[in-house]
């Protein structure tokens, strides 16, 4: 059973900076990517940022050059970096991962719980 366990979200005023991560455990192979979405009230879960496991990085037009990902193999662990938050940026952030497991040998899509982010004016 895979699961993906996401920390570090929480208050914050506009200009602030947080700092999520999600780790992932279970009986994986391989992880091929991870990916932070998020969902505001009332809005569409839109993806935020990811990163392949070659290194290979995307970011939304709406975080970049405020948000890094970051990921760590040997754990299993994905980190956003978010700095300079604005208001607009308040949603629960959602970690993703691509992966095969010793059950599931084809990579499949799991999700973590979310984390909610709010950042004040």
């Known amino acids: 059973q895979v699961q993906l366990v996401e920390s570090g979200g929480g208050l914050v005023q506009s200009g602030g900076s947080l700092r999520l991560s999600c780790a992932a455990s279970?009986?994986?192979?391989?992880?091929?990517?991870m990916k932070w979405y998020r969902q505001a009230p009332g809005k569409q879960r839109d993806l935020v940022a990811a990163i392949t496991s070659d290194g290979i990085i995307n970011y939304a037009d709406s975080v970049k050059g405020r948000f890094a990902i970051s990921r760590d193999n040997s754990k299993d662990t994905v980190y956003l970096q978010m700095n300079s938050l604005k208001p607009e940026d308040t949603a629960v952030y959602y970690c993703?991962?691509?992966?095969?497991?010793?059950?599931?040998?084809?990579?499949?899509?799991?999700w973590g719980q979310g984390t909610q982010v709010t950042v004040s004016s």
């Open positions: 279970g009986s994986i192979i391989s992880i091929y990517a």
């Open positions: 993703n991962a691509v992966l095969a497991t010793v059950r599931q040998r084809v990579p499949s899509n799991y």
